[in-house]
């Protein structure tokens, strides 16, 4: 076993219960599979990367701060600067289509990407350079983008014919970048490298880029890359042995507004640089960054004032340096020249706040000290089953040691998910992200990291350690339900009357339950008439049913229909209860015809159908009422796949809800030990693959976590099959 396999890949991000910042985010939309969350957060140069929920955003990830620090050794030589390519767009047949149609042109002075597009065509455009002989670690990629289509985006990529193209950033804004390959991992060295360009969405002319130019240098800074990682749920130490000294990097939380880089460094020819976010100015020792509604204050302890530089090809180079930041600035950097402890101080403020930095360092071990009393207090009313290695498949090599850290970890993720009120948006209450670590922020505009679906999940675990706080939460999101019953953001399988049941079993609170109930019969009324994933404008056909949805939204309506009878809403109760009957016999309809197999998709204008994945299908299996004709068919599309040898029992598409439902389903139908020797490949295989994801798809014998990552879904899965292994769940 890889001696770093000890610790999940997931074991990469750190955050505080209530903070909107995060250490070590993972960009998953913009990262190509092959890159894992350790090979991003773990690159030459030890990088420090802040996430920031900004709750302004809408429809995009949060701020993702890349090489907020970094670490370089000097090489005390003046480093020399060479263009080794530039494109030339008087020559566009250098340039060929990967994907697509071709669909750029050039002009004298930029290349244009994107044409007008019939229905049906492909939105995205996708070409690619000529192959760049270059030393990877020695460059810096430049492209400049002068205009980008409303509602478009694009992406730039390199890749070297080895593996895959590795992503540097998926944008919608158009403006100069810089990328320097030195921090990737995942290239050949000595391989020669291509860019790749890809405009997505919309249609015409999508983008158009006037500069790409790469630059090589000789003895630039080298990115220290660090030997040794050890995540802890409160910091992160990183350590690089250099010859006979080590020089050792811990990240950890002040408060839920400040992190801190301590940094001990053993001898001099070290470089600290920092990429610079928004407006520079340096106040009092102080290098404030402002960027809208929020500023960010950074402060060096140990080191001198810093030199500026317009560019990272600028620092490489040792050229262009100032004393005072400006509207031109992009890099800071200061030489550390004598061994001992440094620090790096920075504080986001927001809500118009604004603070300064003490002017004494921190006292890092006694903040960890603290960070780790409030995180362990956070779990003592959690009741941990016991774990075991796997017994009834083969456990590969997964430990008893290892799932019970994957466990612990799971639940760290969970406490950390909880972001603070938004006064900026107008929303009073604070929520559960439903990827923190991922920054996603495609929920309601008013509160956008929470999902209608992951988060209601989260809220239920979240009650074992407060549902007090679970409720309150609950109350607040219900309260962005409209009128017409739709919730804003993306429209998700239904779970809300469930979440309200499960608060009350934890704590009995009638006038909460009083409060949502309202809200909640309008969200089943509309979810009833729209059976589909419905999403801004990339939704399917209105005539769409989708059992995924239907499944959900007949449990639901159960769980509903419990509540009314509770609260003393007799005829409520029949109301609903006659309802969802009349929903399960469309059911019967839509997704049971005749002796045909069961199916997940189906269109009510058309007839034709999709059988999707197994997966969704069995879900069903948790329908209470299901007729036997219809048991027979979810057990044996069951039994046609199901192949305990095989990764996630031979399924993929494995998200919470459709396995859960799916493991619950068969223990109801009298198959206990095949629904137990699901849970344990569930269990084993989220831990081999490192990932907390949405959703779990296997590729031979591959498997390739999806979606959003990490995720509320993975670690809520973990944590379920586990329980439910356990006995404490039926």
Request: aromatic content about 10%; charged content about 25%; glycine content about 8%.
């Amino acid at each position: 076993m890889d001696k770093n396999r000890q610790f999940l890949q997931s074991d990469r991000f750190i955050s505080l219960p209530g903070s909107r910042l995060v250490i070590n985010p993972y960009d998953f939309e913009a990262l190509a599979p092959a890159v894992s969350q350790s090979a991003y957060s773990q690159r030459p140069g030890m990088p420090l990367n802040i996430g920031y929920c900004d709750p302004l955003i809408y429809d995009r990830p949060g701020i993702n701060w890349q090489n907020a620090v970094t670490v370089y050794k000097d090489t005390d030589r003046p480093p020399q600067a060479r263009t080794v390519w530039r494109a030339d767009w008087s020559r566009p047949d250098e340039w060929k289509t990967i994907f697509g149609r071709p669909a750029f042109r050039t002009t004298g002075d930029a290349l244009i990407m994107g044409v007008e597009a019939a229905e049906g065509e492909p939105r995205l455009h996708s070409i690619e350079s000529p192959p760049v002989f270059c030393d990877f670690r020695r460059v810096v990629l430049r492209i400049a983008v002068s205009s980008l289509a409303e509602g478009s985006l694009f992406a730039v990529k390199v890749a070297d014919g080895a593996g895959e193209p590795i992503c540097l950033t998926l944008s919608r804004e158009p403006g100069d970048y810089e990328f320097p390959l030195s921090f990737l991992t995942g290239l050949t060295p000595g391989a020669p490298i291509r860019v790749q360009l890809h405009a997505l969405s919309g249609s015409g002319e999508l983008l158009t880029v006037t500069h790409v130019d790469i630059t090589e240098f000789t003895d630039p800074p080298i990115p220290i890359e660090s030997d040794d990682y050890r995540w802890h749920p409160s910091y992160i130490v990183n350590t690089a042995h250099l010859k006979e000294d080590k020089l050792t990097s811990t990240d950890l939380f002040a408060d839920k507004q400040t992190i801190i880089r301590h940094l001990s460094v053993p001898s001099g020819r070290t470089l600290l640089a920092g990429r610079c976010l928004g407006r520079c100015r340096l106040k009092g020792g102080e290098l404030i960054m402002e960027n809208g509604a929020w500023s960010a204050v950074l402060r060096l302890y140990g080191a001198e004032t810093p030199a500026f530089y317009p560019t990272m090809a600028d620092f490489f180079a040792r050229r262009n340096a100032g004393v005072e930041p400006d509207e031109k600035t992009s890099v800071w950097s200061v030489r550390l020249d004598r061994p001992g402890d440094y620090f790096v101080v920075v504080r986001f403020n927001d809500g118009g706040v604004k603070y300064s930095l003490p002017d004494e360092p921190p006292d890092t071990a006694e903040l960890i000290r603290k960070r780790q009393a409030e995180l362990s207090g956070c779990l003592d009313s959690i009741t941990f089953p016991v774990i075991r290695e796997p017994d009834r498949i083969e456990a590969k090599d997964i430990s008893a040691e290892l799932l019970v850290r994957a466990y612990n970890t799971a639940w760290y993720h969970i406490i950390s998910a909880l972001l603070p009120p938004s006064p900026e948006t107008g929303f009073a209450y604070g929520c559960m992200a439903t990827g923190k670590a991922s920054l996603w922020a495609y929920g309601a505009p008013a509160c956008p990291y929470a999902a209608s679906w992951e988060t209601f999940y989260g809220l239920i675990m979240y009650a074992r350690i407060d549902p007090g706080a679970s409720w309150e939460m609950f109350r607040g999101y219900m309260e962005l339900v409209e009128e017409s019953g739709m919730l804003g953001g993306e429209s998700l399988p239904s779970v809300k009357a469930c979440t309200a049941w499960e608060l009350y079993q934890l704590m009995p609170e009638r006038y909460a339950l009083a409060q949502v109930l309202p809200a909640i019969e309008r969200y089943l009324s509309w979810r009833t008439e729209n059976l589909r994933w419905i999403y801004l404008d990339i939704t399917p056909h209105g005539d769409q049913k989708d059992l995924d949805f239907v499944a959900s939204a007949l449990v639901d309506m159960s769980y509903f229909t419990k509540l009314c009878r509770l609260s003393g809403m007799d005829e409520k109760a029949a109301h609903w209860d006659a309802r969802r009957k009349e929903l399960y016999a469309e059911m019967t309809l839509w997704f049971f015809p005749g002796d045909a197999p069961p199916r997940q998709i189906w269109y009510s204008d058309s007839g034709k159908s999709s059988p999707g994945h197994a997966l969704t299908v069995t879900k069903a299996l948790f329908i209470p009422e299901l007729a036997q004709s219809e048991k027979v068919k979810l057990l044996g599309l069951f039994d046609s796949v199901f192949d305990p040898e095989k990764l996630f029992g031979g399924f993929t598409g494995v998200k919470l809800e459709n396995m859960m439902y799916t493991i619950r389903g068969l223990c109801a139908n009298g198959r206990a030990e095949q629904a137990h020797t699901l849970a344990q490949t569930v269990i084993r295989d989220i831990v081999r693959t490192g990932f907390f994801a949405e959703e779990y798809l296997v590729d031979g014998e591959k498997i390739l976590p999806s979606g959003v990552r990490p995720s509320l879904f993975g670690c809520i899965l973990l944590i379920n099959c586990m329980d439910f292994m356990n006995g404490d769940i039926e």
